[in-house]
């Protein structure tokens, strides 16, 4: 396994809509697991691979806390096949978003079918924190950040602040 890097907002390759997968062979295997090392180094509780720059539909999600087990989860082609008309508000992070937080409001469960690390379809329904999460992740496949649902103005605070973070990076 390994750590990959991060890419960090604005940057357009968060942008692009991911590609879907055309069946779960070991390299894909490999990518989900090296996406789970770097959530982990990260303290993350989801990822997609389009923040590692694979524009590949595949999400990586850890909801555990703390002092419980880690039960990672890797979803291949993950769509959304019902969603609550319930919605729920939670105040969301994003490794690529480092420090920025806001309220987002989404659906409080959903059903999503994806295929498994052995290829498998599968179907898991989710409500609460796991939903949020999931919802995130798929967005992030779409090329859609968790700021394009809060308003423009908030949207363009974020983003000013990352940019100037970024740079402060570059100059270092
Ligand atoms: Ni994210």
């Given amino acids: 396994m390994a750590r990959l890097p991060l890419i960090f907002a604005p940057d357009p390759r968060l942008k692009k809509v991911a590609t ?4 779960v062979d070991a390299p894909l ?6 996406m789970l090392e770097t959530m982990y180094a990260a303290n993350g509780i989801g990822l997609a691979a389009p923040q590692v720059g694979e524009l590949q539909r595949v999400i990586v999600v850890d909801i555990a806390g ?28 994003c490794l690529s978003l480092p420090e920025q937080y806001s309220d987002v409001v989404r659906p409080q469960a959903v059903r999503v079918r994806y295929l498994d690390r ?10 609460g924190l796991l939903a949020t999460v999931l ?22 605070m974020i983003l000013r602040r990352l940019k100037k973070w970024k740079k402060a990076g570059d100059d270092v």
């Fill in 66 to 93: 703390k002092n419980e087990p880690p039960q990672p989860f890797g979803l291949v082609n993950p769509e959304i096949i019902w969603a609550d008309d319930t919605l729920t508000t939670y105040n969301e992070g």
């Fill in 135 to 156: 919802q995130h992740e798929i967005d992030h496949l779409n090329g859609l950040l968790f700021v394009d649902h809060i308003s423009l103005l908030k949207r363009n």
């Fill in 29 to 34: 295997v490999g990518l989900i697991d090296d």
């Fill in 118 to 127: 052995h290829n498998q379809p599968q179907e898991v329904q989710a409500d």
């Fill in 20 to 23: 879907p997968v055309s069946s």
